[in-house]
């Protein structure tokens, strides 16, 4: 059973850029997360999907947006990229409702923003 | 604010010996209470977590200790090996939600 995937691990953007990253969640789980981990800081929680739509935010601005498929993977797109987005990006796959609190993460997305 | 407030920021233990490491939350919605675990450059890694129903939960070398009134909590780590050398982090989930807030990290360095 694979875990989270995400891809791509690593990913050099210039200011002013798009960019796209991609999240698997674990099989069986409907919710994904995603959280932005800035170097020698916690996880910071951007926003949740469920049910192909946003359900929670975190405090971060629009340029930060997402998407969930049918098939609840997901991705999330930061426009006008900034330096000060480079981060670890984390993507957080977590059971239905009922059936355990859990959230798994998956391996990260080392975003630089040059 | 919502946050959990963990300490120590950074902690240096012989090997074989105790690591414990704290965390203190403020918001008594936070339902769940995980320990993670993360090596550089990889993602965190569920640990360990408790329900406020229980005081103490132990898996292997691993113990959640739980303080409902004081709104704290604790991993100890018994017989700390230099592989469990990583940055821990403490966190709490908004009740029925997976929105999890973090602790700001506490670096472990078991020494040979």
């Known amino acids: 059973d694979a875990g989270v995937t995400q891809s791509p691990t690593h990913l050099i953007k210039t200011r002013g850029q798009q960019v796209t990253l991609r999240c698997s969640p674990k099989s069986g789980h409907d919710t994904v997360s995603w959280y932005q981990q800035a170097l020698g800081q916690g996880p910071q929680f951007i926003f949740q999907y469920y049910e192909e739509e946003e359900r929670q935010r975190g405090n971060f601005p629009d340029r930060f947006s997402g998407h969930q498929f049918p098939n609840y993977s997901s991705e999330l797109n930061v426009n006008a990229l900034l330096l000060g987005d480079s981060a670890l990006y984390l993507c957080?796959?977590?059971?239905?409702?009922?059936?355990?609190?859990?959230?798994?993460f998956g391996q990260g997305t080392r975003l630089t923003v040059v | 604010q919502q946050q959990v407030k963990q300490s120590p920021q950074s902690l240096i233990v012989q090997k074989g010996g105790i690591s414990i490491i704290n965390c203190a939350y403020e918001n008594t919605a936070f339902d769940y209470f995980p320990w993670y675990q993360q090596f550089p450059g990889k993602g965190p890694a569920l640990l360990i977590a408790i329900r406020p129903d229980v005081s103490e939960k132990k898996e292997g070398r691993f113990t959640i200790s739980f303080n409902k009134s004081a709104k704290q909590f604790s991993l100890h780590i018994m017989d700390s090996q230099p592989g469990d050398s990583a940055t821990y982090f403490c966190a709490g989930p908004f009740s029925g939600t997976y929105k999890y807030i973090f602790g700001t990290g506490t670096r472990l360095k078991v020494l040979a």
């Open positions: 957080a796959s977590s059971p239905p409702q009922g059936a355990g609190y859990e959230a798994f």
